[in-house]
């Protein structure tokens, strides 16, 4: 199903899908990307229509007849809180995560970026466990093929996963960790804490990575300069080049043997609309 052609470097941009999935294809065409991230349905909530055969047909084939590779990463609605000790909340959190989990499914995407959640004042060990049980609650009833990549965060608010021991726990607790997988935001993780400022900063930032979770848990990389210092616990995505993160360090990520296999999203600001993803794409290669 997941079947890719072939292609030395995954590089791309988060693109839009207004007017219809097939259209985020031929957006990243005119980019030359090699790699896409999108939503599959409005982010700013948890419902959603369902796919038309039609539309799906015309993802699918569009994809197909496009130079890109098989590699598209959907990301989740911000609105899913896994962590949540509200009853309700993480009801409609885990029924959120099952519909995205699904359209991926249709769409033939392989990974699905989702946040891990915010405890909210529980407490971070509460808010881990209660994102291992309404994850396992999830895929108990989801047998597709699609793998959910926990996202590293910046740590604002009682945001989780701001650490590398925190999102391995949160896989650990888990009954179905071969579902589970990462994605490794450039900016959280400076933002976290994590020194990224040379290029023995990447070995060190690498290799706890390996260490605590495993590389080959690492699923997707978001490729983010940071508007922000190391450590400043703020969320603030920058232009490749003209952030906090230098730009021979985010050229690591890139080229990194140990890194090939994860698709290189870019969720930087738009600059002339998504063309401008051209030449932040062009400085990284
Ligand atoms: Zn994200
Ligand atoms: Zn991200």
């Known amino acids: 199903m997941f079947t890719k052609k072939t292609t030395s470097l995954l590089l791309g941009s988060h693109l ?4 219809g999935l097939h259209k985020a294809i031929e957006r990243a065409e005119e980019i ?3 790699a896409i991230q999108i939503w599959t349905k409005n982010g700013r ?15 699918k084939t569009t994809l197909k007849k496009s130079s890109i ?23 409609n959190s885990r ?79 888990t009954t179905f960790k071969n579902k589970i997988g990462f994605c490794f935001d450039t900016c959280h993780v400076n933002s976290a804490g994590y020194h990224l400022k040379t290029s023995e900063d990447f070995e060190n ?9 495993g590389l080959n848990h690492l699923k997707v990389i978001h490729l983010n300069d940071s508007k922000t ?9 920058e232009n490749i080049g003209k952030g906090t993160i230098p ?9 990194d043997p140990r890194l090939v296999h994860a698709p290189k999203i870019l969720e930087t600001p738009e600059q002339n609309g998504h063309l401008g993803y051209k030449d932040e794409m062009d400085l990284l290669r």
């Open 16 to 19: 839009s899908i207004q007017g």
């Open 32 to 34: 030359g990307a090699t």
């Open 45 to 59: 909530t948890l419902k959603a229509t369902p796919l038309l055969p039609e539309d799906i047909d015309n993802f």
């Open 69 to 91: 590779t098989q590699m598209v990463v959907a990301h989740a609605s911000y609105l899913i809180n896994l962590a949540s000790s509200d009853t309700h909340i993480a009801a």
């Open 95 to 173: 029924a959120g995560l099952l519909v995205e989990l699904e359209r991926c499914e249709q769409l033939g995407i392989p990974y699905l970026v989702v946040h891990p959640g915010a405890h909210t004042g529980i407490g971070e060990e509460k808010g881990i466990e209660n994102i291992a049980h309404n994850l396992d609650k999830v895929l108990e009833k989801f047998q597709g093929p699609t793998i959910i990549a926990l996202e590293t965060m910046a740590g604002q608010g009682t945001t989780l996963g701001n650490t590398f021991e925190q999102l391995n726990m949160m896989r650990n607790l």
């Open 205 to 213: 930032v690498i290799s706890e990575f390996d260490n605590i979770i």
């Open 229 to 237: 210092e190391c450590d400043s616990h703020v969320d603030r995505h």
């Open 247 to 255: 730009l021979k360090v985010l050229k690591l990520f890139v080229h």
